[in-house]
């Protein structure tokens, strides 16, 4: 299966925002955004940015979607082909809903993994039920009443418990107990509380043309 390579940070640095890529890193002032808030490359420092285009606007912003729920290009775009297919909400709030629906990005915003890409690799490794059955397919949607819980071991990963210890906010479509690991989908998400750091009408619009 294709992957990134690149450094993460670079992202960030290379869009002018943080995606959050490296979790607690990213708060801390080991933060390579904070340290160099400058394009990366050789001409990065130079205070100079090439004129973007009405187009790279665009690009950028469906960038920005792409990496800050690690998805590679092909399969971001199926998750637009499906939002644009229905009438009932607009297309920008749909495939925000889509996205947030995913298994790693629930765990992700449960707090139990730091990052969406550690949390990718717990579903991975089979730690995870939803309605009591094993799932390790990072881009399984949840839906309104599922429930989630995990295998009791992952309470004791170093990784975890440090991320819990952080007390990041949950989600108002999701609950959480601390004490059991158990979350349930309450509701759907709403775009207006994810703080997503892009705009999804520019992504709209990039793919419309």
């Known amino acids: 299966m294709a992957r990134y390579l690149e450094s993460s940070c670079r992202k960030c640095r290379r869009y ?3 995606l959050f890529l490296k979790g607690d890193r990213c708060a801390s002032e080991k933060c390579a955004f904070e340290k160099r808030k400058y394009a990366p490359g050789q001409h990065g420092n130079t205070g100079r940015r ?10 950028v912003e469906k960038q920005k979607a792409k990496f800050y729920y690690g998805l590679m290009e092909r399969q971001f775009e199926r998750y637009y082909v499906e939002a644009s297919s229905q009438r009932k909400i607009p297309t920008g709030d749909r495939l925000v809903q889509l996205l947030e629906l995913r298994l790693d990005n629930v765990i992700y915003r449960l707090g139990i993994a730091p990052s969406r890409a550690m949390s990718r690799q717990i579903v991975l490794h089979r730690k995870v039920f939803v309605n009591g059955h094993y799932v390790n397919i990072p881009s399984y949607r949840v839906k309104t009443g599922d429930i989630i819980t995990f295998k009791p071991e992952l309470k004791e990963n170093i990784y975890v418990k440090h991320s819990m210890e952080r007390n990041v906010a949950i989600p108002e479509w999701l609950t959480f107990d601390p004490n059991s690991y158990r979350a ?18 520019l992504i709209v619009e990039f793919y419309s043309k």
């Not at 090439?50 to 690009?59: A, E, N, Y």
């Open 16 to 18: 002018g925002t943080k």
């Open 50 to 59: 090439p004129k973007v285009t009405d187009f790279g606007i665009h690009l």
């Open 184 to 201: 349930e989908v309450t509701s759907m998400p709403d775009k207006a509380n994810t703080n997503a750091p892009f705009n999804d009408q």
